[in-house]
């Protein structure tokens, strides 16, 4: 609708509800998954100007969060994260009205190559801090989170993976491989669905 939108208009679109920003005609573009799901995203982690490492070998936590803070800043839309390894080593934060998404598949019958997993680092951070901070009408959707560094035999407690602050926040389509907590949430406001998985090895 909105790419429609802006075509036949050659205009702004206004943002719905009570969202005082516009969306820009290049702000937008339509992203098919791996899994062959079609959306409009408001930036692509792995395109410019962000080119977030997807091999797991650098930290991206930075680029990441640039990229949530840019589509914030423009009033909220969806940040792409394609499917790759991803490493984090901080919280972050999912302002109100983003949506950080990334390439969902079955832990037990995909191929997990095709997936989005968000590889924490072994630094320690996640001790003390929560994964992912999902704020008010916020939303994360199609990861899969794993601690390289859990052991079952000493088990670290980490902080919750993901934490949401504020009403309506949204959990889809993820998988928490070694979490000690997978999600926290302060209030009842918390929508999820039914393919959220924990695994522990």
């Not at 079952?152 to 934490?163: Q, R």
Request: proline share 3%.
């Amino acid at each position: 609708f909105a790419v429609r939108y802006l075509a036949e208009n050659q205009t702004e679109l206004e943002v719905p509800v009570n969202m005082s920003r516009t969306y820009k005609e290049n702000d937008l573009s339509v992203v098919t998954t791996a899994s062959g799901e079609v959306f409009v995203a408001s930036a692509d982690v792995s395109a410019e100007p962000y080119f977030a490492d997807r091999t797991g070998v650098r930290d991206v936590t930075d680029i990441l969060q640039s990229a949530i803070d840019s589509v914030s800043a423009l009033g909220g839309g969806v940040v792409y994260v394609p499917y790759g390894t991803y490493r984090i080593s901080k919280t972050l934060n999912i302002p109100t009205y983003v949506t950080l998404r990334g390439d969902y598949v079955d832990a037990d019958r995909g191929d997990y190559s095709r997936a989005t997993l968000l590889l924490l680092d072994q630094k320690g951070t996640f001790k003390t801090s929560s994964a992912v901070l999902v704020q008010t009408s916020a939303a994360v959707q199609g990861f899969t989170f794993y601690y390289e560094k859990q052991s079952v035999t000493n088990p670290i407690e980490y902080k919750p993976t993901i934490e949401t602050q504020g009403d309506v926040c949204t959990v889809k389509d993820c998988n928490f491989i070694n979490s000690f907590y997978g999600i926290f949430s302060y209030n009842n406001s918390l929508r999820i669905n039914n393919k959220l998985k924990t695994h522990c090895f």
